[in-house]
Nanobody, 115 residues
Framework: VQLVESGGGLVQAGGSLRLSCAVS????????MGWYRQAPGKQRELVAA????????KYADSVRGRFTISRDNAKNTMYLQMNSLKPEDTAVYYC?????????WGQGTQVTVSS
């Protein structure tokens, strides 16, 4: 499984960004996909996740109501729509995909929110 993120950048507080994660390889083996982020000096944390098949979603409390995770199976792409961005959302955002035997990561994309 290969993952490539795009869509990060610099935005003012209150603005919006949409991240994309292009997925290739053994996509049929993926059980869960998610967006994670890591700010300087902090551990990587789960932002949002989406379950393959049923499509149920899960969000961190800090982003619920502002961020929306989705996937387009025809395009093998997962998205994270981020609205009402705050300076504390600044981090490197990673796409992750979990199978029964492994977890795969993209290279990350920087999101910077200025106050």
């Amino acid at each position: 499984v290969q993952l490539v993120e795009s869509g990060g950048g610099l935005v003012q507080a209150g603005g919006s960004l949409r991240l994309s994660c292009a997925v290739s390889g053994s996509t049929f083996s993926i059980n869960v996909m998610g967006w994670y982020r890591q700010a300087p000096g902090k551990q990587r944390e789960l932002v949002a996740a989406i379950i393959s098949g049923g499509g149920s979603t899960k969000y961190a409390d800090s982003v619920r109501g502002r961020f929306t995770i989705s996937r387009d199976n025809a395009k093998n792409t997962m998205y994270l729509q981020m609205n009402s961005l705050k300076p504390e959302d600044t981090a490197v955002y990673y796409c992750g995909a979990r199978t029964v035997v492994n977890t795969y990561w993209g290279q990350g994309t920087q999101v910077t929110v200025s106050s």
